[in-house]
């Protein structure tokens, strides 16, 4: 069974491997570009808001709280104001 998104965004702090954030990457990035090529029309562009976006789940892993929303939409968020 494979792990929910927020148990690997739980996990990112302790996880030195960076195998919780690889695994988001796999299961995001795609959409995740289309998204930000979308709004942007720059391939360029939109592959700095996804390397960016990345960054900051890395970054703010601890900030994320499920109880207010799944990642998805956090994950989202942070790209839209990446984006913005």
Do not use: C
């Not at 990345?54 to 956090?74: D, I, K, N, Q």
């Amino acid at each position: 069974m494979k792990p929910s998104d927020a148990t690997l965004v739980r996990q990112l702090a302790a996880d030195a491997s960076g195998d919780g954030l690889r695994t988001l990457y796999r299961r995001y990035s795609g959409e995740l570009y289309g998204f930000a090529y979308n709004a942007l029309g720059d391939r360029g562009l939109a592959e700095d808001v996804v390397q960016d976006t990345f960054t900051s789940v890395w970054r703010h892993a601890g900030e994320f709280a499920p109880e207010r929303a799944s990642f998805r939409p956090w994950l989202y968020r942070l790209a839209r104001n990446r984006i913005v």
